[in-house]
């Protein structure tokens, strides 16, 4: 992935670094689907946290090629699990996102202690970014 710059990555951060709505593409056979996500973004990459046996992450076990859109932004990557948010290697991203999502993330709808609440990171390929008049572009190598 060809870096962005500094100017760009401090727009992501700006816009980003904090619980935002995007919209999520998957691919299901030759179908598209789309639906919204709370996500986090840092270093390159968007964190969300979900359930495994969800639809969504059934399309990404099948094909990691994921879209994003958001506050003037679209992108491509590739999405992984990071597995359970209760597991040990995910406690420090997990206790991130517990802050992050901090005014919903208690609210009954999602179980931590559920072994099947994941955490999926999507690592930005390709991306446009607009902001103030300037169009910034990541580019896979």
Same mark, same amino acid.
């Given at each position: 992935?060809?870096?962005?710059?500094?100017?760009?990555?401090? #727009?992501? $951060?700006?816009?980003?670094?904090?619980?935002?709505? +995007?919209?999520?593409?998957?691919?299901?056979?030759?179908?598209?689907?789309?639906?919204?996500?709370?996500? /986090?973004?840092?270093?390159?990459?968007? /964190?969300? *946290?979900? /359930?495994?046996?969800?639809?969504?992450?059934? $399309? *990404?076990?099948?094909?990691?090629?994921?879209?994003?859109?958001?506050?003037?932004?679209?992108?491509?990557? $590739?999405?992984? @699990?990071?597995?359970? #948010?209760?597991?040990?290697?995910? $406690?420090?991203?997990?206790?991130?996102?517990?802050?992050?999502?901090?005014?919903? *993330?208690?609210?009954?709808?999602?179980?931590?202690?559920?072994?099947?609440? #994941?955490?999926?990171?999507?690592? +930005?390929?390709?991306? #446009?970014?607009? @902001?103030?008049?300037?169009?910034?572009?990541?580019?896979?190598?």
């Amino acid at each position: 992935m060809k870096n962005w710059g500094m100017d760009a990555e401090k #727009v992501m $951060q700006e816009r980003f670094g904090h619980d935002n709505v +995007l919209a999520l593409a998957t691919v299901d056979g030759t179908e598209p689907w789309v639906r919204y996500v709370n996500a /986090y973004y840092e270093n390159g990459a968007f /964190y969300v *946290i979900t /359930y495994a046996l969800s639809n969504k992450m059934r $399309q *990404i076990g099948a094909h990691p090629a994921v879209a994003l859109a958001g506050d003037w932004f679209t992108g491509r990557g $590739q999405g992984e @699990s990071l597995g359970w #948010v209760g597991s040990a290697e995910n $406690q420090a991203m997990t206790d991130k996102l517990r802050q992050v999502f901090a005014s919903w *993330i208690d609210n009954g709808h999602t179980n931590l202690a559920d072994e099947h609440t #994941v955490i999926l990171r999507i690592r +930005l390929t390709e991306a #446009v970014l607009f @902001s103030h008049g300037t169009r910034y572009e990541l580019a896979a190598e």
